[in-house]
């Protein structure tokens, strides 16, 4: 977002720039790529989840192509670091998302992952 920080190099902060709309598939790839060998060597004591959802495909708010498959994938991912580093606490807090019926279905989606149901 803008003036988000992008411009930071603090230790603590990973920003991914992508290009607008760019797919599941390649923010998939870029959070392999990224965020995990960031979260591995920092080994978090507890997760906190800004749960936004507007960089699903039908929410023009983010201009991203993600789908429920990709949020529920990086919940599961999250989870992973978590169980592993911070046994497995997560605090997962709603944040963001404009269109109601993508919003709905990603919501429900992460929250199946979180539970494993």
């Not at 190099?9 to 990224?34: F, Q, W």
Request: net charge negative; charged share 25%; aromatic share 8%.
């Amino acid at each position: 977002y803008p003036d988000g920080g992008s411009q930071s190099h603090a230790s603590n902060l990973v920003n991914v720039p992508v290009p607008a709309y760019t797919k599941g598939m390649d923010i998939r790839e870029l959070i392999e790529m990224m965020w995990m060998p960031r979260l591995e060597s920092f080994k978090p004591e507890l997760i906190l989840i800004s749960a936004g959802f507007d960089a699903h495909r039908e929410d023009d708010m983010g201009q991203l192509g993600l789908v429920e498959q990709d949020y529920a994938w990086i919940t599961m991912r999250l989870k992973d670091i978590a169980r592993r580093f911070a046994k497995g606490r997560i605090v997962s807090c709603l944040e963001g998302g404009y269109n109601l019926s993508a919003l709905a279905r990603s919501v429900e989606a992460h929250l199946r992952a979180l539970a494993d149901v």
